[in-house]
């Protein structure tokens, strides 16, 4: 789940994109940049949307502060649209600029491609195939046996942990905590509940699932190759 920090001078923006990100499947934090401006901070985060007007600052020295301490991605916001200011934003280590007021669906679309270039230059998963099924990490979208298949959201978010450590298993309470947060550890129905929905939708034959897999008393794994080829999954079973 990316992790976005949307820092805005206006409480009502601030409100708008924690809405509309989190809506997307994003884990988003709006804070005073003077609360987060270390590298400890920072580099929590994998997108930094930056309001680069706020009183008292210069909006390139702004960014360069940022950039000095994290190399992690910025979309930079300002009521300045002309050249220059893009300009200067750009080439004080922004990686986008919007102008203000923005159009939600524009910023979101910049977001997204931000998000994406780290991913790439990281060598992270952006699509992931197991069997039939294919998910498209950066779009919200699954598919199993080419049609595309509608989950929702905690059926989705479970299937994105799994599918962000593809052939690795994910501990119980590792993916209960991602997806319901740390009251949830322990809680092992609610994960039952979703695996059982989520091989019912994916699995050619959800009685005996060859990609969505149980690591007996530890987690599940995300298999995307055929389980009698894995030389690891002789502890594989369905639950």
């Known amino acids: 789940m990316p992790r976005i920090l949307v820092v805005d001078k206006d409480p009502a923006i601030r409100l708008l994109l924690r809405r509309r990100l989190t ?6 934090e709006d804070i005073e940049l003077t609360e987060c401006m270390n590298s400890a901070c920072l580099r929590q985060f994998d997108l ?35 050249e220059d200011a893009t300009i200067v934003a750009l080439r004080s280590g922004a990686d986008d600029f ?8 524009e910023l979101l679309a910049r977001a997204e491609n931000a998000l ?21 990490l950066w779009h919200r979208r699954v598919y199993a046996g ?3 298949i509608h989950l929702p959201a905690k059926e989705h978010a479970v299937l ?23 009251s949830s550890r322990g809680r092992l129905s609610y994960l039952r509940i979703m695996i059982r929905a989520l091989r019912r939708k994916l699995e050619p034959e959800p009685a005996r699932p060859r990609h ?3 690591e007996t008393r530890i987690g599940y794994r995300l298999q995307t190759r055929s389980p009698v080829d894995h030389p690891n999954n002789l502890r594989s079973v369905a639950s």
């Open 160 to 182: 994105r942990v799994l599918a962000e450590n593809a052939d690795r298993v994910v501990a119980h309470d590792d993916i209960l905590t991602a997806v319901w947060g740390d």
């Open 98 to 105: 919007v102008r203000k007021p923005f159009g939600i669906e």
């Open 116 to 136: 994406r270039r780290r991913a790439r230059q990281q060598g992270q998963y952006v699509r992931v195939s197991a069997g039939t099924i294919e998910i498209d």
């Open 23 to 28: 809506k997307a499947g994003s884990a988003v």
């Open 48 to 82: 930094l949307i930056l309001d680069i007007d706020p009183p008292g600052e210069h909006g390139a020295e702004l960014i360069r502060r940022v950039r000095d301490q994290a190399q992690v991605p910025i979309v930079a916001l300002s009521v300045r649209g002309d």
């Open 212 to 214: 969505i897999l149980t």
């Open 146 to 148: 080419g049609s595309e």
